[in-house]
């Protein structure tokens, strides 16, 4: 079982910044992905980021090139997600997620991000 507990969410202005924290406990081993998702009112849930546990490497979706960076401090077993020049589109519940292809999946409670224009 793995727990993941997100924060850093809020209310900022446009073209401002913000940094969301995932903090993962539990059995997660090291081939694993953690993942950025957020799902704006009345829209599906999309991909926003993820990266490799074990090599560190990294993709993003297109809206958020550019803007946003995935890293994560292993010592700390923590993701962030480093989010700049936000925009009011960018407005959505952000969640993380533990993911292990073809074994599991596990997700967050999610944290609200409001960007105001």
């Known amino acids: 079982q793995v727990q993941l507990v997100e924060s850093g969410g809020g209310l900022v202005q446009a073209g401002g910044s913000l940094r969301l924290s995932c903090a993962a406990s539990?059995?997660?081993?090291?081939?694993?992905?953690m993942e950025w998702f957020r799902q704006a009112p009345g829209k599906e849930r999309e991909f926003v980021a993820a990266?490799?546990?074990?090599?560190?490497?990294?993709n993003y979706a297109d809206s958020v090139k550019g803007r946003f960076t995935i890293s994560r401090d292993n010592a700390k077993n923590t993701v962030y997600l480093q989010m700049n020049s936000l925009k009011p589109e960018d407005t959505a519940v952000y969640t993380c997620?533990?993911?292990?292809?073809?074994?599991?999946?596990?997700w967050g409670q999610g944290t609200q991000v409001t960007v105001s224009s």
């Open positions: 997620a533990a993911r292990k292809p073809g074994f599991w999946t596990y």
């Open positions: 539990g059995r997660t081993g090291s081939s694993y992905f």
């Open positions: 990266i490799s546990w074990s090599s560190g490497s990294s």
